[in-house]
């Protein structure tokens, strides 16, 4: 546990592996995040540095997560002029968690390795108490060798690790598992909307879905808050539309047509458009529910 571990983008998945790690006894050498503010309190409380560039982190790290929220992000953290991830990054490895394009996965990884250093992907299948009690399910994309070099402390995160294949495998994977997911999420609310128009006892409703074949892992997570209208962000709205639009290019390009996840996609963005992508994805009830939505 000796090697330092630094972190960049330390929302509510980022700080919650960070203090994992902490608590295992690994060293968290210095964090960064657009939000200032939360990096400051993050870094008092693991006791490291505040970096207040992106270059001080890769100086003051091993280990570099990075949990960033979009291509353009992840683009912004490697590439930009004058500060970037990339500066002085001989020997360093990079370990990318955040759900992005295959695309971007691989671009990085290549202007990684072109500076000397090693490039993961780390996709996440889990949510906030998995990142902090280090049981993420993780999908790794990237050389088998470096995968083998740094599996100890990966699993010290995660409660199934596996090894997908080379750089963008990971992320086309977790791609599919969120397509999926967010279909099941929407097909949910449609389902309980209607049952609510039709003057059915929602829980009776979960009850039979539960033992049918409309159960799902959704069912289990996201009912009772479309019931109730609790839409605290877990995973949310914003983001279901980004990775069903990661998996709707992604399809484009294998000439693969998906007509349930451009419909499920539509749906999560307009609750974006509609000044709501900050809910969790199950607000997407409130699209289906009577009464809800204009």
């Known amino acids: 546990m000796s090697q330092k571990i630094g972190f960049v983008g330390i929302g509510r998945m980022g700080a919650n592996m960070a203090r994992n790690l902490k608590d295992r006894g690994y060293e968290v050498s210095a964090v960064n995040d657009v939000n200032k503010e939360a990096a400051a309190e993050l870094a008092t409380e693991l006791g490291c540095s505040h970096a207040g560039t992106l270059a001080e982190v890769t100086a003051a790290s091993d280990i570099i997560f990075t949990v960033v929220t979009n291509d353009e992000a992840m ?15 001989g020997g360093k490895t990079f ?18 390795e072109a500076a000397g250093a090693g490039a993961l992907e780390g996709c996440m299948a889990s949510s906030i108490p998995q990142a902090r009690e280090g049981k993420l399910y993780l999908m790794i ?22 090894h997908i294949g080379d750089i963008g495998r ?4 977790k791609a599919l598992v969120n397509m999926v997911m967010n279909i099941n999420t929407a ?22 879905f539960s033992q049918t074949g409309a159960n799902s892992r959704v069912l289990e997570t996201d009912a009772e808050d479309m019931i109730d209208r609790d839409h605290e962000a877990w995973f949310s709205a914003e983001h279901a539309a980004k990775d069903s639009g990661i998996a709707a290019d992604i399809a484009s390009n294998a000439g693969v047509s998906l007509p349930l996840n451009d419909a499920t996609c539509a749906q999560f963005t307009k609750l974006v458009e509609d000044g709501k992508g900050e809910l969790d994805k199950s607000g997407v009830a409130e699209l289906t529910f009577k009464g809800r939505h204009p």
């Open 170 to 173: 990971a992320a086309q994977v």
């Open 141 to 162: 994309g990237g050389n088998a060798e470096l995968f083998e070099q740094h599996k100890p402390l990966l699993e010290d995160m995660s409660i199934n690790l596996m």
């Open 187 to 208: 097909g949910l609310a449609e389902g309980l909307g209607l049952a609510d128009a039709l003057g059915l006892d929602l829980k009776m409703v979960c009850e039979v």
């Open 95 to 112: 370990i990318n968690c955040a759900t992005l394009s295959p695309g971007i996965q691989q671009e990085v990884a290549s202007a990684a």
């Open 75 to 89: 683009r912004s953290i490697y590439f930009a002029e004058g500060d970037n991830l990339l500066a002085n990054a």
